[in-house]
Protein backbone atom coordinates (compact mmCIF):
# COMPACT_ATOMS: atom_id res chain seq x y z
CA UNK A 1 0.00 0.00 0.00
CA UNK A 2 1.32 3.42 -0.36
CA UNK A 3 0.36 7.32 -0.69
CA UNK A 4 -1.57 6.77 -3.71
CA UNK A 5 -4.04 4.48 -2.52
CA UNK A 6 -4.45 6.39 0.79
CA UNK A 7 -5.45 9.50 -1.24
CA UNK A 8 -7.86 7.21 -3.37
CA UNK A 9 -9.51 5.76 -0.18
CA UNK A 10 -10.04 9.38 0.65
CA UNK A 11 -11.33 10.51 -3.12
CA UNK A 12 -13.65 7.67 -2.57
CA UNK A 13 -15.39 9.68 0.70
CA UNK A 14 -16.10 12.88 -1.62
CA UNK A 15 -19.61 14.02 -2.74
CA UNK A 16 -20.75 16.95 -4.51
CA UNK A 17 -22.24 18.04 -1.52
CA UNK A 18 -19.16 17.83 0.89
CA UNK A 19 -16.97 19.36 -2.38
CA UNK A 20 -19.56 22.44 -1.98
CA UNK A 21 -19.12 23.02 1.25
CA UNK A 22 -15.89 23.01 0.94
CA UNK A 23 -16.22 26.12 -1.66
CA UNK A 24 -18.13 27.86 1.11
CA UNK A 25 -15.24 27.23 3.44
CA UNK A 26 -12.41 28.28 1.55
CA UNK A 27 -14.11 30.82 0.00
CA UNK A 28 -15.37 32.43 3.36
CA UNK A 29 -11.57 32.14 4.41
CA UNK A 30 -9.33 33.87 1.69
CA UNK A 31 -12.17 37.17 1.97
CA UNK A 32 -11.89 37.26 5.51
CA UNK A 33 -8.07 37.43 5.36
CA UNK A 34 -8.38 39.78 2.60
CA UNK A 35 -11.37 42.19 4.21
CA UNK A 36 -10.12 41.47 7.94
CA UNK A 37 -13.36 40.98 8.94
CA UNK A 38 -14.38 37.65 10.32
CA UNK A 39 -17.03 35.91 7.72
CA UNK A 40 -18.02 32.33 7.78
CA UNK A 41 -20.18 29.83 5.82
CA UNK A 42 -20.12 26.53 5.47
CA UNK A 43 -19.66 23.64 8.25
CA UNK A 44 -15.81 22.29 9.38
CA UNK A 45 -14.00 20.05 6.72
CA UNK A 46 -12.16 18.37 9.66
CA UNK A 47 -12.98 17.76 12.98
CA UNK A 48 -11.36 15.70 15.92
CA UNK A 49 -12.87 13.79 18.27
CA UNK A 50 -11.13 12.78 22.01
CA UNK A 51 -12.41 9.06 22.90
CA UNK A 52 -10.71 9.81 26.04
CA UNK A 53 -7.96 11.63 27.98
CA UNK A 54 -7.00 8.73 29.46
CA UNK A 55 -3.61 6.86 28.57
CA UNK A 56 -0.89 4.03 30.20
CA UNK A 57 2.10 6.65 29.20
CA UNK A 58 3.89 9.12 31.01
CA UNK A 59 5.40 11.14 27.89
CA UNK A 60 7.13 14.27 29.50
CA UNK A 61 5.73 17.53 27.21
CA UNK A 62 1.89 15.37 27.46
CA UNK A 63 -0.71 16.91 30.15
CA UNK A 64 -2.30 13.38 29.89
CA UNK A 65 1.05 11.58 30.04
CA UNK A 66 2.03 14.38 32.85
CA UNK A 67 -1.52 13.66 34.45
CA UNK A 68 -1.77 18.06 34.65
CA UNK A 69 -5.28 18.63 33.22
CA UNK A 70 -7.16 21.11 34.89
CA UNK A 71 -10.54 19.72 33.53
CA UNK A 72 -12.08 16.24 34.19
CA UNK A 73 -10.57 13.05 32.67
CA UNK A 74 -13.21 10.38 31.36
CA UNK A 75 -14.31 8.60 28.26
CA UNK A 76 -16.59 9.86 25.35
CA UNK A 77 -20.30 8.62 25.70
CA UNK A 78 -21.60 6.79 22.30
CA UNK A 79 -24.98 9.11 22.03
CA UNK A 80 -22.35 12.36 22.42
CA UNK A 81 -20.35 10.79 19.49
CA UNK A 82 -23.28 9.69 17.24
CA UNK A 83 -25.72 12.81 17.43
CA UNK A 84 -22.69 15.15 16.18
CA UNK A 85 -21.87 12.47 13.34
CA UNK A 86 -25.38 12.63 12.16
CA UNK A 87 -24.80 16.35 11.81
CA UNK A 88 -21.82 16.81 9.97
CA UNK A 89 -22.00 13.22 7.95
CA UNK A 90 -22.64 15.50 4.90
CA UNK A 91 -20.33 18.22 5.01
CA UNK A 92 -16.89 16.08 6.65
CA UNK A 93 -13.84 15.28 4.34
CA UNK A 94 -11.95 13.77 7.47
CA UNK A 95 -12.34 12.46 10.83
CA UNK A 96 -9.39 12.19 13.30
CA UNK A 97 -10.50 9.96 16.61
CA UNK A 98 -7.74 11.69 18.73
CA UNK A 99 -7.32 14.69 20.65
CA UNK A 100 -5.31 13.91 24.10
CA UNK A 101 -5.09 10.07 25.50
CA UNK A 102 -4.74 6.53 24.72
CA UNK A 103 -7.61 5.80 21.92
CA UNK A 104 -7.68 2.16 22.06
CA UNK A 105 -8.48 2.43 26.12
CA UNK A 106 -12.02 3.50 25.27
CA UNK A 107 -14.26 0.08 25.06
CA UNK A 108 -16.33 1.12 22.25
CA UNK A 109 -13.56 3.07 20.26
CA UNK A 110 -14.04 0.95 17.24
CA UNK A 111 -17.52 0.77 17.24
CA UNK A 112 -17.12 4.91 16.74
CA UNK A 113 -14.53 4.34 13.93
CA UNK A 114 -17.01 1.73 12.17
CA UNK A 115 -20.13 3.97 13.08
CA UNK A 116 -18.51 6.85 11.04
CA UNK A 117 -16.87 4.11 8.51
CA UNK A 118 -20.26 3.40 7.78
CA UNK A 119 -21.57 6.82 6.90
CA UNK A 120 -19.22 7.60 4.60
CA UNK A 121 -16.48 9.78 6.39
CA UNK A 122 -12.51 8.91 6.12
CA UNK A 123 -10.53 8.08 9.56
CA UNK A 124 -7.62 8.37 11.01
CA UNK A 125 -6.76 7.96 15.02
CA UNK A 126 -3.08 8.38 16.86
CA UNK A 127 -2.22 5.07 18.86
CA UNK A 128 0.94 4.45 21.10
CA UNK A 129 0.01 0.74 19.50
CA UNK A 130 0.79 -0.90 23.24
CA UNK A 131 -2.87 -2.30 23.11
CA UNK A 132 -2.94 -4.05 19.16
CA UNK A 133 -3.43 -7.63 20.60
CA UNK A 134 -4.18 -9.90 17.77
CA UNK A 135 -7.96 -9.15 18.22
CA UNK A 136 -7.55 -5.89 18.25
CA UNK A 137 -5.68 -5.83 15.39
CA UNK A 138 -8.51 -7.55 13.62
CA UNK A 139 -11.35 -5.17 14.70
CA UNK A 140 -9.35 -2.78 13.41
CA UNK A 141 -8.90 -3.90 9.86
CA UNK A 142 -12.74 -5.01 10.01
CA UNK A 143 -13.99 -1.45 11.34
CA UNK A 144 -12.44 0.30 8.42
CA UNK A 145 -10.53 2.49 9.86
CA UNK A 146 -8.80 4.37 6.75
CA UNK A 147 -5.39 5.72 8.73
CA UNK A 148 -3.66 4.47 11.71
CA UNK A 149 -0.91 6.80 12.87
CA UNK A 150 1.53 5.11 15.11
CA UNK A 151 3.91 6.66 17.32
CA UNK A 152 7.22 5.28 17.35
CA UNK A 153 10.18 7.97 18.72
CA UNK A 154 12.85 5.33 18.88
CA UNK A 155 14.06 2.33 17.46
CA UNK A 156 15.97 1.01 20.78
CA UNK A 157 14.10 0.02 23.99
CA UNK A 158 16.74 2.50 25.59
CA UNK A 159 16.01 5.41 23.46
CA UNK A 160 12.04 4.95 23.09
CA UNK A 161 11.61 4.59 26.78
CA UNK A 162 13.25 8.24 27.63
CA UNK A 163 9.95 9.96 25.90
CA UNK A 164 7.28 7.27 26.17
CA UNK A 165 7.82 6.88 29.51
CA UNK A 166 6.56 3.56 31.16
CA UNK A 167 6.15 1.89 27.18
CA UNK A 168 7.80 -0.75 25.74
CA UNK A 169 8.93 -0.81 22.25
CA UNK A 170 8.44 -4.47 21.99
CA UNK A 171 4.84 -4.05 21.89
CA UNK A 172 4.34 -1.42 19.53
CA UNK A 173 6.17 -3.29 16.77
CA UNK A 174 4.55 -7.05 17.79
CA UNK A 175 0.96 -4.63 17.38
CA UNK A 176 2.28 -3.21 14.19
CA UNK A 177 2.91 -6.55 12.81
CA UNK A 178 -0.26 -8.37 13.62
CA UNK A 179 -2.20 -5.02 12.41
CA UNK A 180 -0.22 -4.86 9.16
CA UNK A 181 -0.63 -9.35 8.98
CA UNK A 182 -4.76 -8.90 9.18
CA UNK A 183 -4.82 -6.17 6.78
CA UNK A 184 -2.97 -8.80 4.52
CA UNK A 185 -4.64 -11.67 5.66
CA UNK A 186 -8.44 -9.67 4.68
CA UNK A 187 -7.53 -8.30 1.68
CA UNK A 188 -8.19 -5.37 2.85
CA UNK A 189 -6.83 -1.84 1.12
CA UNK A 190 -6.98 -0.26 4.84
CA UNK A 191 -5.57 1.27 7.05
CA UNK A 192 -3.13 3.61 5.40
CA UNK A 193 -0.02 2.49 8.29
CA UNK A 194 2.66 5.11 9.24
CA UNK A 195 4.90 5.00 12.07
CA UNK A 196 5.16 8.68 13.44
CA UNK A 197 8.42 9.96 15.34
CA UNK A 198 8.28 12.50 17.63
CA UNK A 199 11.87 14.24 16.82
CA UNK A 200 13.34 15.02 19.66
CA UNK A 201 17.48 15.02 21.28
CA UNK A 202 17.53 11.70 22.64
CA UNK A 203 15.90 10.31 19.61
CA UNK A 204 17.56 12.62 16.17
CA UNK A 205 20.35 9.98 15.57
CA UNK A 206 17.63 7.31 14.79
CA UNK A 207 16.01 9.12 12.14
CA UNK A 208 17.71 6.80 9.88
CA UNK A 209 17.46 3.79 10.99
CA UNK A 210 13.17 4.51 11.50
CA UNK A 211 12.84 4.68 7.90
CA UNK A 212 14.65 1.39 7.65
CA UNK A 213 12.64 -0.29 10.65
CA UNK A 214 9.33 0.52 8.66
CA UNK A 215 10.58 -0.73 5.51
CA UNK A 216 11.44 -3.88 7.00
CA UNK A 217 7.72 -4.03 8.74
CA UNK A 218 6.16 -2.78 5.35
CA UNK A 219 4.81 0.17 7.28
CA UNK A 220 3.39 2.37 4.62
CA UNK A 221 5.84 5.55 5.29
CA UNK A 222 6.80 7.33 7.73
CA UNK A 223 6.41 10.85 9.47
CA UNK A 224 8.80 12.93 11.44
CA UNK A 225 6.96 15.49 13.65
CA UNK A 226 8.58 18.23 15.61
CA UNK A 227 8.28 18.70 19.44
CA UNK A 228 5.64 21.11 20.56
CA UNK A 229 8.30 22.19 24.56
CA UNK A 230 5.64 24.25 26.73
CA UNK A 231 8.31 26.14 28.63
CA UNK A 232 10.90 26.60 25.82
CA UNK A 233 12.04 30.09 26.47
CA UNK A 234 14.98 28.52 28.45
CA UNK A 235 15.46 25.71 26.53
CA UNK A 236 14.91 21.86 27.13
CA UNK A 237 16.76 18.81 27.07
CA UNK A 238 14.30 18.05 24.45
CA UNK A 239 15.03 20.35 21.65
CA UNK A 240 16.86 18.77 18.68
CA UNK A 241 20.02 20.24 17.84
CA UNK A 242 19.05 19.24 14.23
CA UNK A 243 17.99 22.74 12.96
CA UNK A 244 15.14 21.17 10.41
CA UNK A 245 13.48 19.26 13.39
CA UNK A 246 13.10 21.95 15.74
CA UNK A 247 10.18 24.88 16.43
CA UNK A 248 12.70 26.53 17.79
CA UNK A 249 15.57 28.43 17.67
CA UNK A 250 17.98 29.91 20.28
CA UNK A 251 18.61 33.93 20.07
CA UNK A 252 21.82 35.99 20.50
CA UNK A 253 21.18 36.05 24.42
CA UNK A 254 20.20 33.28 24.83
CA UNK A 255 16.60 32.67 25.32
CA UNK A 256 14.69 30.69 22.71
CA UNK A 257 12.08 31.96 20.86
CA UNK A 258 9.50 30.18 18.26
CA UNK A 259 10.20 29.80 14.68
CA UNK A 260 6.53 30.80 13.28
CA UNK A 261 5.73 34.23 12.56
CA UNK A 262 2.25 34.68 14.49
CA UNK A 263 0.19 35.94 11.06
CA UNK A 264 -2.91 36.90 11.90
CA UNK A 265 -4.73 34.49 10.66
CA UNK A 266 -5.81 30.84 11.03
CA UNK A 267 -6.84 28.39 8.91
CA UNK A 268 -7.96 26.05 11.44
CA UNK A 269 -10.17 28.46 12.71
CA UNK A 270 -12.31 28.30 9.43
CA UNK A 271 -11.96 24.26 8.56
CA UNK A 272 -11.92 22.54 11.59
CA UNK A 273 -12.29 22.19 15.65
CA UNK A 274 -11.96 19.63 18.08
CA UNK A 275 -14.83 18.20 20.46
CA UNK A 276 -13.46 16.85 23.82
CA UNK A 277 -14.83 13.32 25.69
CA UNK A 278 -17.27 15.28 27.33
CA UNK A 279 -18.73 17.22 24.40
CA UNK A 280 -17.37 20.71 24.53
CA UNK A 281 -15.68 22.19 21.30
CA UNK A 282 -12.33 23.66 21.28
CA UNK A 283 -11.20 25.98 18.61
CA UNK A 284 -7.70 23.38 17.78
CA UNK A 285 -5.40 21.19 19.25
CA UNK A 286 -3.21 23.71 21.19
CA UNK A 287 -6.00 23.92 23.66
CA UNK A 288 -5.45 21.02 25.33
CA UNK A 289 -6.48 22.00 28.42
CA UNK A 290 -10.27 23.38 26.58
CA UNK A 291 -10.02 26.29 28.27
CA UNK A 292 -11.12 28.44 25.33
CA UNK A 293 -14.59 26.61 25.10
CA UNK A 294 -17.01 27.83 22.31
CA UNK A 295 -19.90 25.19 23.13
CA UNK A 296 -20.96 21.99 24.68
CA UNK A 297 -22.34 19.61 21.79
CA UNK A 298 -24.61 17.60 25.16
CA UNK A 299 -26.37 21.05 25.38
CA UNK A 300 -27.07 22.86 21.53
CA UNK A 301 -26.92 21.27 18.18
CA UNK A 302 -23.33 21.53 17.12
CA UNK A 303 -24.15 23.29 14.06
CA UNK A 304 -25.33 25.94 15.95
CA UNK A 305 -22.56 26.28 18.05
CA UNK A 306 -20.24 26.22 15.10
CA UNK A 307 -22.03 29.64 13.44
CA UNK A 308 -22.73 31.57 17.16
CA UNK A 309 -21.60 34.76 18.24
CA UNK A 310 -18.90 33.84 20.33
CA UNK A 311 -17.42 31.70 17.59
CA UNK A 312 -17.66 34.80 15.19
CA UNK A 313 -15.65 36.37 18.18
CA UNK A 314 -13.11 34.01 18.21
CA UNK A 315 -12.31 34.31 14.81
CA UNK A 316 -12.14 38.39 14.95
CA UNK A 317 -9.87 37.87 17.44
CA UNK A 318 -7.60 35.87 15.55
CA UNK A 319 -7.65 38.30 12.73
CA UNK A 320 -6.82 41.37 14.73
CA UNK A 321 -4.09 39.80 16.86
CA UNK A 322 -3.23 36.40 17.41
CA UNK A 323 -0.29 37.08 19.83
CA UNK A 324 -3.02 38.43 22.34
CA UNK A 325 -4.35 35.11 22.74
CA UNK A 326 -2.67 32.90 25.06
CA UNK A 327 -3.23 29.46 23.45
CA UNK A 328 -1.69 30.94 20.15
CA UNK A 329 1.51 32.13 21.79
CA UNK A 330 2.82 28.82 21.62
CA UNK A 331 1.57 27.92 18.08
CA UNK A 332 3.74 26.08 15.89
CA UNK A 333 0.67 24.68 12.98
CA UNK A 334 2.60 23.10 9.73
CA UNK A 335 5.63 21.99 11.56
CA UNK A 336 5.03 18.33 10.31
CA UNK A 337 8.21 16.20 7.83
CA UNK A 338 7.30 13.59 5.81
CA UNK A 339 8.80 10.92 5.26
Known amino acids: MNALQDALTFARTLTPRKLRNAAQVLGSYYYSRASGKASHSGLPLSLSFEP ?6 RCP ?11 PTGMLQQEVYQKVIDELQHSLLYLLLYFQGEPYLHPQFLDMVQYA ?3 GLYTATSTNAHYLSDARARQTVESGLSRLIISLDGTTQEVYQQYRIGG ?10 RLLHWRRELKSKTPYVVFQFLVVKPNEHQIGEARTLARQLGVDGVWFKTAQIYDYEKGSDLIPTLDRYSRYRQEADGRWSIKNKLLDHCWKMWHSCVLTWDGK ?5 FDKDARYRLGDTQQAPFKEIWQSR ?3 EFRSLILKGRDQ ?4 RNCTEGTQVWG
Not at 61 to 71: D, I, K
Not at 168 to 177: C, F
Open 52 to 57: TTSCNL
Open 61 to 71: ECPSGLRSFSR
Open 117 to 119: HQR
Open 168 to 177: KLEKVLEGTR
Open 281 to 285: VVPCC
Open 310 to 312: EYQ
Open 325 to 328: IEMC
